[in-house]
Every structure is written in structure tokens, then in C-alpha cells.
């Protein structure tokens, strides 16, 4: 009945990182419930710290030996002092959960009905309890809510809300307080309709072709390189000018 | 000294977007000058102990006919002082040279007395033209890229001593070409054209910054007669 040494090994470490976790669970306890004033956010701390790293500890000898701990299966030996013990034979038997831990689990991590969110958390206004919604209210909510923006987006192009210099708050606001740094006047607003018909020449007030040059028709084919090279080279002009 | 050379012409069109091209290419903006050139025809060839070195051998092996020699000096600065005349000697564009221009050039400053060769009455120079030219001026590895506008000046400038006579009005200049278009020069120049490991290099680099700017400027190689700086029916 002798188990290989490494699976004794194996449980004797998850002992004591049950028994390190179990222990520093309760002096976190018998700290918050006895220590007057409660103690400080650094003690807090410290402890919570501590739990997670416990925790975490726990965690990875599970993991470790994940394959032995699976497939073991506790059964009694004649010797076991059954009647005496019978409470810690009952635990050690049990395959399930304890029916407290169980509803402890349903209820962290089932998704809660509307009624009851509505009940627990919207009416309370307890925003820490857990408000799920499940995948027909999503499929609702985003159909609502796409069409909805959308719609609102739409209402904004085709007042050109976009196009504007000032956004909308600075328009009901007022548009004379807005702080833009700049001193000419953006609101051009009264002018839009003349100004598509302008459009064109403002273009060309705005971005003036360059002063013509004299002597330079660019609409002339340039003359021969090989003729500009002999001019600079011997000074003799070209026979056409 | 000797010069690789590419050439290419801009129209005015183009101008500012070849420089920003440039620009790019060279990751520098261009140095702006103005530089005005006065071209003199030689009326005797200098004997040979008068020139110095290489250039003269060169010469000397050449025909012996009068070339057109130049004059140049910086203007950019405007009205202010004038920077020295400096002397330049093309020689005839080397044949053969299928991919660049390849030619001997000597340049050199000139002292006043030097100078005094070029003066009216002398009797080895005889003053035949000018011209102008601002430009553009770009570095790129050992190539000098000049985007430049060749300019006559009015006529009559050069009636008075040209080496003493006021800087002519740019504004009363004409460009040579009526289209107004630039001349595009990119020019490599090392010391000694007999060292072939220079000459190469010089040569790649142009062909490198032709292929690079192929679609933008096209360089090309222009006739080399065109280049001729030797006296005609002399």
C-alpha cells in the first residue's frame, strides 16, 4: 500500500501550503476582527499580499502534480478509526463539494438574470455586484445602440457638424468666447452660399502664379541644350534671338 | 584638374519641384549664388612656359589654336564687395567618353597682375562676351548638382572695361534660352585625371545619381562638340 516517495512528497508540500494558506487566513481574520482601531491600509496590504502569494504557492503544487492528484482516490484502511473519526472520514470520502462551497460558486459565477440584476444591482445602486447581461440582451443592447449612433452620426454629417471649425458645444455655447489663438475670423458661415460660386477666383487671389518673368515665355520650346552649352562655352548667342 | 560631367535641362514648370527633389536627394537645401562669367578669346597661344603642368602639356599636344578662356567670379552677395576674378580653362571634352563628359579643366585665382593680361589693349586676350548665371547649388556625395539660368546681359555691358564695369542689373538680363528653362549641371571634379581609381569613382557616382534621379531629371550626355572651347576660323 506503500505510495512511491515522490507522490508522498507531492502531498506532504500541498499539506503545507494548505496549512501555511489556512494559517495566514485566520491571522488575517483574528487581525480585522480583534485589532482596535481596524488595522492600517500598509497592514492590509501586507496581509492580502501575503494571502495571494499563499495562494499562488497552493496553485502551483496543484499544478505540479496535476496527473497524480487527479487520478488519486482516498480509501480507508481496515485500521482507520471510523466511529471515533467519523467527520473526517466523511470529508475525506466526500467526491463533491461541500453544498455551501457549491452555491458559493453558482453564485460567483452563473450570470445573473435581468430580475435579479435589476433587484441586486441596478436598484441598489451596488455597482460591485456582478451585472452580466446575457448574449440575447448584448444582441439587443448593440442593435439598438448601432443603429441609434448611427443615426446620430448622420444627423451630424448632414449638418456638416464635421465640416465645422467649432464643435457643437462651442456652437450653443456661442461661438464668440471660443479661444481659438487665431485672430482672422473662421465662421464664414453667412458667406457659404457665394462662396462655391467664388470659389474659383478666391483660388487664384489666394495662390497668385508666380510674377511673370521678363524674358521667359514658358510657353516656348526650350532651345537645344547642346546650343546653351556653346554659348557658355565660346559666348557665341544663338542665331535665332 | 579634370571634370566628369552630366547634363539636363529643366523647364520653369519644373524648377521648384526639382529642387524639392533635390533637396530630398541630398538631404540639404541648396545653396543660392550667382556667379558671372566673362569669356574671352585667346588671340595667341601662350607658349608653353607661361602655363603650368599637366594643362599645359595637354594643350600643347592639342592643336595649337586659340581656345576661349573665361572669367568668373561670385555675385550672390549682391552690391557688396565682389569676391576675385577666378581664371578657367576648359579644354575640348576628351572623345570616346560614351557615358559622361569627361574634359581637363584649370582654374585658378587671379592676382592683379595676371589680370592685367585681360585688360583692354592687351594683347593675348580679347574680350567676346558675358553672362550670368544664378543658381542652385546642391552637394551630393563628391557631386556638385548646379540648377542654374544661363542670362546675357544687355547689350553694350562689355562696351566698357568689363573687368572694372558695375555688376550688370539681373533684372535687366535676358535668359539665354526664351523658355526660360534652367540648365541642370551635375559635376564631379578631381585633382588628377590620370589616377583611374578617381576617375571611376568620380564616374560611378554621376551613374549612380543618374539612376537614382531617373523619372525626375533626366541627365544625359551632350554632344561633346557642343563643349568646343576652341576658337573657330582662327
Same mark, same amino acid.
Given at each position: 500500500?506503500?505510495?512511491?516517495?515522490?507522490?508522498?512528497?507531492?502531498?506532504?508540500?500541498?499539506?503545507?501550503?494548505?496549512?501555511?494558506?489556512?494559517?495566514?487566513?485566520?491571522?488575517?481574520?483574528?487581525?480585522?476582527?480583534?485589532?482596535?482601531?481596524?488595522?492600517?491600509?500598509?497592514?492590509?496590504? +501586507?496581509?492580502?499580499?501575503?494571502?495571494?502569494?499563499?495562494?499562488?504557492?497552493?496553485?502551483? *503544487?496543484?499544478?505540479?502534480?496535476?496527473?497524480?492528484?487527479?487520478?488519486?482516490?482516498?480509501?480507508?484502511?481496515? *485500521?482507520?478509526?471510523?466511529?471515533?473519526?467519523?467527520?473526517?472520514?466523511?470529508?475525506?470520502?466526500?467526491?463533491?463539494?461541500?453544498?455551501?462551497?457549491?452555491?458559493?460558486?453558482?453564485?460567483?459565477?452563473?450570470?445573473?438574470?435581468?430580475?435579479?440584476?435589476?433587484?441586486?444591482?441596478?436598484?441598489?445602486?451596488?455597482?460591485?455586484?456582478?451585472?452580466?447581461?446575457?448574449?440575447?440582451?448584448?444582441?439587443?443592447?448593440?442593435?439598438?445602440?448601432?443603429?441609434?449612433?448611427?443615426?446620430?452620426?448622420?444627423?451630424?454629417?448632414?449638418?456638416?457638424?464635421?465640416?465645422?471649425?467649432?464643435?457643437?458645444?462651442? +456652437?450653443?455655447?456661442?461661438?464668440?468666447?471660443?479661444?481659438?489663438?487665431?485672430?482672422?475670423?473662421?465662421?464664414?458661415?453667412?458667406?457659404?452660399?457665394?462662396?462655391?460660386?467664388?470659389?474659383?477666383?478666391?483660388?487664384?487671389?489666394?495662390?497668385?502664379?508666380?510674377?511673370?518673368?521678363?524674358?521667359?515665355?514658358?510657353?516656348?520650346?526650350?532651345?537645344?541644350?547642346?546650343?546653351?552649352?556653346?554659348?557658355?562655352?565660346?559666348?557665341?548667342?544663338?542665331?535665332?534671338? | 584638374?579634370?571634370?566628369?560631367?552630366?547634363?539636363?535641362?529643366?523647364?520653369?514648370?519644373? !524648377?521648384?519641384?526639382?529642387?524639392?527633389?533635390?533637396?530630398?536627394?541630398?538631404?540639404?537645401?541648396?545653396?543660392?549664388?550667382?556667379?558671372?562669367?566673362?569669356?574671352?578669346?585667346?588671340?595667341?597661344?601662350?607658349?608653353?612656359?607661361?602655363?603650368?603642368?599637366?594643362?599645359?602639356?595637354?594643350?600643347?599636344?592639342?592643336?595649337?589654336?586659340?581656345?576661349? !578662356?573665361?572669367?568668373?567670379?561670385?555675385?550672390?552677395?549682391?552690391?557688396?564687395?565682389?569676391?576675385?576674378?577666378?581664371?578657367?580653362?576648359?579644354?575640348?571634352?576628351?572623345?570616346?567618353?560614351?557615358?559622361?563628359?569627361?574634359?581637363?579643366?584649370?582654374?585658378?585665382?587671379?592676382?592683379?597682375?595676371?589680370?592685367?593680361?585681360?585688360?583692354?589693349?592687351?594683347?593675348?586676350?580679347?574680350?567676346?562676351?558675358?553672362?550670368?548665371?544664378?543658381?542652385?547649388?546642391?552637394?551630393?556625395?563628391?557631386?556638385?548638382?548646379?540648377?542654374?539660368?544661363?542670362?546675357?546681359?544687355?547689350?553694350?555691358?562689355?562696351?566698357?572695361?568689363?573687368?572694372?564695369?558695375?555688376?550688370?542689373?539681373?533684372?535687366?538680363?535676358?535668359?539665354?534660352?526664351?523658355?526660360?528653362?534652367?540648365?541642370?549641371?551635375?559635376?564631379?571634379?578631381?585633382?588628377?585625371?590620370?589616377?583611374?581609381?578617381? *576617375?571611376?569613382?568620380?564616374?560611378?557616382?554621376?551613374?549612380?545619381?543618374?539612376?537614382?534621379?531617373?523619372?525626375?531629371?533626366?541627365?544625359?550626355?551632350?554632344?561633346?562638340?557642343?563643349?568646343?572651347?576652341?576658337?573657330?576660323?582662327?
Amino acid at each position: 500500500m506503500a505510495l512511491p516517495p515522490e507522490q508522498i512528497r507531492a502531498l506532504d508540500q500541498l499539506r503545507q501550503r494548505l496549512s501555511q494558506l489556512s494559517q495566514s487566513l485566520a491571522s488575517a481574520r483574528a487581525d480585522l476582527e480583534r485589532s482596535d482601531p481596524v488595522p492600517s491600509w500598509p497592514t492590509l496590504q +501586507r496581509d492580502a499580499e501575503l494571502l495571494v502569494h499563499n495562494l499562488n504557492r497552493y496553485h502551483e *503544487t496543484m499544478n505540479e502534480h496535476r496527473a497524480f492528484l487527479t487520478a488519486a482516490h482516498a480509501y480507508p484502511l481496515p *485500521t482507520f478509526p471510523g466511529p471515533s473519526q467519523e467527520h473526517v472520514l466523511a470529508q475525506l470520502m466526500r467526491k463533491k463539494l461541500e453544498p455551501k462551497a457549491e452555491d458559493w460558486i453558482a453564485a460567483s459565477t452563473k450570470p445573473k438574470t435581468r430580475d435579479a440584476a435589476q433587484l441586486n444591482g441596478l436598484q441598489n445602486g451596488d455597482t460591485s455586484r456582478d451585472v452580466r447581461l446575457d448574449r440575447e440582451e448584448y444582441r439587443d443592447l448593440w442593435k439598438w445602440a448601432g443603429a441609434t449612433s448611427s443615426g446620430i452620426a448622420n444627423g451630424m454629417m448632414i449638418n456638416d457638424a464635421f465640416e465645422d471649425n467649432y464643435t457643437l458645444a462651442e +456652437r450653443e455655447a456661442g461661438v464668440e468666447n471660443v479661444v481659438t489663438g487665431l485672430k482672422r475670423n473662421l465662421d464664414d458661415d453667412s458667406d457659404d452660399e457665394d462662396e462655391d460660386g467664388e470659389g474659383d477666383e478666391k483660388m487664384q487671389e489666394a495662390m497668385p502664379s508666380k510674377p511673370a518673368e521678363p524674358g521667359v515665355d514658358a510657353s516656348r520650346p526650350p532651345i537645344a541644350l547642346e546650343t546653351l552649352l556653346r554659348f557658355t562655352s565660346t559666348g557665341t548667342l544663338p542665331p535665332q534671338r | 584638374m579634370h571634370e566628369f560631367l552630366l547634363y539636363s535641362q529643366i523647364p520653369v514648370a519644373r !524648377h521648384e519641384q526639382v529642387l524639392h527633389i533635390l533637396a530630398g536627394v541630398c538631404a540639404a537645401q541648396p545653396t543660392s549664388m550667382c556667379q558671372q562669367h566673362l569669356i574671352y578669346q585667346q588671340l595667341k597661344v601662350a607658349d608653353a612656359a607661361s602655363k603650368k603642368g599637366a594643362s599645359a602639356k595637354q594643350q600643347s599636344a592639342q592643336t595649337q589654336r586659340p581656345s576661349y !578662356h573665361k572669367l568668373l567670379r561670385d555675385i550672390s552677395s549682391g552690391d557688396g564687395e565682389q569676391s576675385a576674378w577666378t581664371f578657367r580653362a576648359e579644354d575640348v571634352p576628351l572623345p570616346g567618353m560614351q557615358a559622361v563628359i569627361s574634359r581637363p579643366v584649370e582654374e585658378r585665382v587671379l592676382d592683379h597682375a595676371e589680370l592685367e593680361k585681360f585688360r583692354e589693349g592687351g594683347s593675348r586676350y580679347k574680350y567676346t562676351n558675358q553672362f550670368i548665371t544664378p543658381m542652385e547649388r546642391f552637394v551630393h556625395n563628391n557631386v556638385v548638382i548646379r540648377v542654374s539660368r544661363v542670362l546675357s546681359v544687355p547689350e553694350g555691358t562689355g562696351a566698357l572695361e568689363p573687368l572694372d564695369a558695375p555688376t550688370p542689373v539681373l533684372a535687366d538680363c535676358r535668359p539665354v534660352d526664351p523658355s526660360g528653362s534652367y540648365l541642370f549641371e551635375a559635376c564631379v571634379r578631381v585633382e588628377d585625371g590620370t589616377n583611374s581609381k578617381l *576617375t571611376e569613382q568620380a564616374m560611378s557616382e554621376l551613374q549612380a545619381l543618374k539612376n537614382q534621379l531617373e523619372g525626375a531629371v533626366d541627365l544625359r550626355v551632350p554632344d561633346r562638340l557642343s563643349l568646343d572651347t576652341r576658337v573657330k576660323g582662327a
